[in-house]
């Protein structure tokens, strides 16, 4: 069976620091992986997505992940974080069929 | 182009009522997907379409939910006679194929349910 775990429910960060977001995943098959974010009150919005093609991803608004096997992990990163970088951070891996399996989400605070 | 749509965006109802969700997937996709978001439960998948296969419905919690998905296209997700456990968030997605291929899924803003 396929599952994602994110380490974390909360991550707090000041303006301008780095951002790591934690995602391991348990898989028997190679995995697809996925990172999404939600804002308040939106749906879900794909960050990125490792499909075997390379194991460093680079998504939108600056964010990247990188695909480590002999960790199963797949934790996201961002150098410098923004204020309108708050809000919750979901990692995916999509089970055998196509739904996605979501770890618990983590929510990101960034202080001034 | 337009997005996924969900309506109502919220949805107040007593227990034991039956409650419609709709969800209008982009124009074009042919798989369309629930999940629900709760405080407790995190996200969870629910049913999926996939063009005219019959759906998965591995992810339903009880015999009174289910979906439909008419021509194609729009999918209503029906719960019957509600409990205060169906209090969530529920979220349609769609994509343009499923299969083999690793296709994104796009989601809709959502509906908010609340049972009283």
């Known amino acids: 069976a396929q599952s994602v775990t994110q380490l974390g429910s909360h991550v707090s960060v000041s303006e301008g620091a780095l951002v790591l977001l934690r995602c391991n995943y348990s898989s028997s098959v190679p995995p697809y992986l996925f990172w999404y974010v939600q804002y308040p009150n939106q749906g879900l919005q794909l960050l990125l997505k490792?499909?075997?093609?390379?194991?460093l991803v680079k998504g939108i608004n600056g964010f990247e992940a990188e695909f480590k096997k002999s960790e199963t992990s797949f934790h996201l990163t961002k150098p410098s974080a923004h204020m309108s970088d708050a809000a919750e951070y979901f990692c995916a891996v999509r089970k055998a069929g196509t739904a996605l399996i979501f770890g618990k989400g983590t929510t990101l605070s960034v202080s001034s | 182009g337009a997005g996924v749509s969900q309506s109502p965006s919220n949805k107040v109802t007593e227990k034991g009522k039956d409650v419609e969700l709709r969800c209008d997937p982009i124009?074009?996709?042919?798989?369309l997907y629930w999940y629900r978001q709760s405080l407790g439960q995190g996200l969870e998948f629910l049913i999926y379409?996939?063009?005219?296969?019959?759906?998965?419905k591995s992810g339903l919690p009880s015999d009174r939910f289910s979906a439909e998905r008419t021509g194609g296209s729009v999918s209503t997700l029906t719960i019957q006679r509600t409990q205060q456990e169906d209090s969530a968030v529920y979220l349609c997605a769609s994509s343009r194929t499923s299969g083999g291929e690793v296709d994104t899924q796009y989601f809709g803003p959502g509906t908010r349910l609340t049972v009283l």
């Open positions: 379409f996939q063009g005219n296969s019959a759906p998965d």
């Open positions: 124009s074009g996709h042919t798989a």
């Open positions: 490792y499909t075997s093609a390379a194991t």
